[in-house]
């Protein structure tokens, strides 16, 4: 069965360490997203793509980058990892057309910097 | 004003009963709504999808789209204990066909036995 997965499941890490959360799909979908969620926040978009090569800055992007290499895979970089990016991180994915709206989750890195 | 506004909760109803979930969204070209349910630690699951006006029933969750009041709902009829959980309204940005949703912060339901 098509899934998106993601890695790792939980990561701790100190202030100032570049950090690489992996986001994997098998659904063959063009459309990757990354959020982030926090109390009191919600869902927040952090980047995403609409295919290989492509990558756009979400709501709260500074301090993150994307790659787009390939269709099944955009992993999300911390450049320098800070308190504040101490957060739940939700990778998903969604196909062509009107349903193409219709995004899956990946089940989320628990990601927390000391 | 946000994008997409829903009552905080918690919204606490006796098992048996029916809940009903708001929410209201500002941008008057979104197409696709959806709702997600949420449980604690766990990642968003995809439950109803309504592009239409009107009712959308699938077992015991029924999604109503108003698009002229800008409003969705989500029914739940003969709540159980395991529907007890966080549910996020999604709306398409700007109708957009390309994938960005706007999020609620999500309604927190308690379905007590």
């Known amino acids: 069965d098509a899934e998106i997965t993601q890695s790792p499941r939980h990561k701790i890490t100190e202030t100032g360490r570049q950090v690489t959360l992996a986001c994997h799909q098998t659904w063959n979908h063009n459309n990757m997203f990354w959020y982030r969620q926090d109390l009191g926040h919600g869902l927040r978009l952090i980047h995403y793509s609409y295919g290989v090569q492509d990558t756009n800055k979400g709501e709260v992007s500074d301090g993150y980058s994307v790659s787009r290499s390939n269709t099944e895979d955009l992993p999300l970089t911390l450049e320098s990892a800070a308190s504040s990016q101490t957060s739940v991180y939700f990778c998903a994915s969604s196909g062509p057309g009107l349903a193409g709206n219709e995004q899956f989750f990946g089940p989320g890195t628990r990601l927390t910097v000391l | 004003q946000k994008e997409v506004e829903q009552n905080s909760g918690p919204l606490s109803v006796p098992e048996g009963a029916i809940a009903s979930l708001n929410c209201t969204y500002s941008?008057?070209?979104?197409?696709?709504f959806f709702w997600y349910r949420q449980y604690s630690g766990k990642s968003p699951e995809l439950i109803m999808s309504?592009?239409?006006?009107g009712d959308k029933e699938d077992g015991r969750f029924t999604a109503q789209l108003n698009k002229a009041s800008q409003y969705v709902s989500l029914l739940i009829r003969d709540s159980q204990p395991s529907d007890s959980a966080t549910y996020l309204c999604a709306v398409n940005v700007r109708g957009s066909t390309l994938g960005r949703l706007y999020f609620g912060r999500g309604t927190q339901l308690t379905v007590w036995p």
């Open positions: 941008d008057r070209v979104s197409q696709s």
């Open positions: 309504i592009y239409s006006n």
